[in-house]
């Protein structure tokens, strides 16, 4: 697999951590790291909110990710606050919990799930890395949670183009193939999905390949000039979406579309 981290990670710490998502397939969430170093290039929406507000001023200050230092006191503070108000946590929005080849980041992120679990909090956790295997015997509430993988496409040279330093597509897959088998719950993030004049691909080969999980969320590109520049983009995603429905209920899996995705 490689060497286990590219870098000294620096730290910093913030006055809270847990907040109610805004996401429309979410309830409470949190981001125990500032940045990502799997550098995406949809553009990454993170990274955009991130460089707008000012937190993040260089695209290569954001792929050196520093780790939130007190993330572990500020849940003993704020588990006990909202606990009555969270159906469940999920990890991550703004970062990547099992960043690739970061092990002080999923180090962080077990102890982080483990917190949570010990507690009687679910966890939804998604990642363009690779789960550790350990997970299914962490403890016995841990079959509670459900883990994910983004997933878009299985070309290489499409991943090394727009998720340049992500684990490849198919250690993504075998590592959440094993912890399905293992009995835990898996779900997969077809999103940001892209248009032809980006790649031509067979999105029933990709469903194919992750027909084991429990649940599919798709939704399309934005923020791409190319994508925008698609003429058809809106009968695209219907039709796309439309067979995501279809495939998903022939292979009885939940399914989600994102909203602005079909129209």
């Not at 409470?28 to 995406?40: A, D, I, Q, R, W």
């Not at 503070?77 to 999920?90: A, L, N, R």
């Not at 878009?152 to 993504?172: G, T, Y």
């Not at 999905?193 to 599919?216: C, H, K, M, W």
Request: glycine content about 4%; some cysteine.
């Amino acid at each position: 697999m490689g060497r286990e981290i590219y870098f000294k990670m620096e730290s910093i710490e913030r006055k809270s951590l847990l907040y109610k998502s805004k996401v429309e397939y979410a309830d409470f969430c949190l981001n125990h790291v500032e940045g990502c170093s799997h550098g995406c290039r949809y553009p990454c929406y993170a990274y955009m909110m991130k460089k707008r507000c000012g937190v993040i001023k260089t695209y290569e200050e954001w792929c050196r990710p520093k780790i939130v230092s007190n993330a572990l006191k500020l849940l003993d503070k704020e588990i006990p606050k909202y606990k009555d108000k969270i159906e469940y946590v999920h990890l991550c929005f703004s970062t990547d919990p099992f960043m690739y080849r970061q092990k002080q980041v999923g180090d962080l992120s077990l102890k982080i799930i483990d917190k949570l679990n010990a507690n009687d909090i679910r966890c939804t956790v998604l990642t363009k890395g690779v789960f550790p295997r350990e997970l299914y015997k962490r403890n016995d509430f841990s079959g509670n949670n459900e883990y994910g993988i983004t997933l878009v496409s299985l070309d290489e040279n499409f991943r090394k183009a727009f998720e340049p330093h992500s684990a490849n597509f198919k250690d993504r897959i075998d590592a959440l193939r094993y912890l399905h088998k293992k009995g835990l719950k898996t779900w997969i993030s077809m999103e940001p999905y892209p248009t032809p004049n980006i790649i031509r691909q067979d999105l029933i080969e990709i469903l194919e390949a992750v027909s084991f999980v429990g649940q599919i969320i798709f939704g399309r590109l934005n923020y791409n000039v190319k994508s925008s520049e698609f003429k058809y983009s809106k009968e695209f995603y219907n039709s796309l979406a439309a067979s995501v429905i279809k495939f998903c209920k022939k292979n009885k899996i939940s399914y989600h579309v994102k909203k602005g995705t079909q129209s």
